[in-house]
C-alpha cells in the first residue's frame, strides 16, 4: 500500500494525480488500491474472513479483462497479486493467472499488480 500511494502515485501524470478520488479500504485512505477477491471474481470462499471484500467490478466480469500483460506488442500475460489473504493460511493471498482465473500464491512469490483508481 505505502509504494503504491508512493512510489507509483508519482510516476503518474500530475493531471491524473489531481482526477484521483481517496477510496477508503479497511478503514484506510487510499489513492491506489489492489482489488480484493470478491472485487475481481465474484464470491468466492477463499476469502471468507475478508473484512472488506466489496462486491464484484462489472470490468472483471469478463475473463479477458482479467489478463495483464506488460505493453502493447503482444508480450505474454502474467499472474498479479489481489489484496485478499487466504481464510485457511497465514502466507496465502489470493492473484490472477496469466489466463485470468483465480488462484492463490504464496506472499514470498513475485508476482505483477495491477493497481487500480477512482476518478
Known amino acids: ?3 503504491l500511494n508512493t ?3 508519482a510516476l503518474l501524470p500530475d493531471d491524473l494525480r489531481a482526477a484521483i478520488k481517496p477510496r477508503v479500504i479497511d478503514g484506510e485512505s487510499d489513492l491506489l488500491w489492489l482489488a480484493s477477491e470478491m472485487e475481481v471474481f465474484g464470491p468466492h470462499d477463499w ?9 464484484q467490478m462489472a470490468y472483471y ?4 479483462n482479467r489478463i495483464k500483460a506488460l505493453g502493447d506488442e503482444g508480450e505474454a500475460a502474467d499472474s498479479w ?5 487466504v481464510a485457511s493460511s497465514t502466507t ?10 483465480a488462484n492463490y500464491n504464496n506472499a514470498s512469490n513475485s508476482l505483477g499488480v495491477a ?4 476518478v
Not at 466480469?61 to 479477458?64: M, Q, S, V
Not at 497479486?81 to 489473504?85: D, G, I, K, L, Q
Not at 496465502?92 to 482465473?101: A, R, Y
Open 81 to 85: 497479486w489481489e489484496r485478499s489473504p
Open 1 to 3: 500500500r505505502k509504494v
Open 47 to 55: 476469502t471468507e474472513n475478508d473484512p472488506d471484500r466489496g462486491e
Open 7 to 9: 512510489d507509483i502515485l
Open 61 to 64: 466480469k469478463r475473463r479477458g
Open 115 to 118: 493497481f487500480g483508481f477512482c
Open 92 to 101: 496465502l493471498f489470493c492473484s490472477v493467472n496469466s489466463n485470468g482465473s
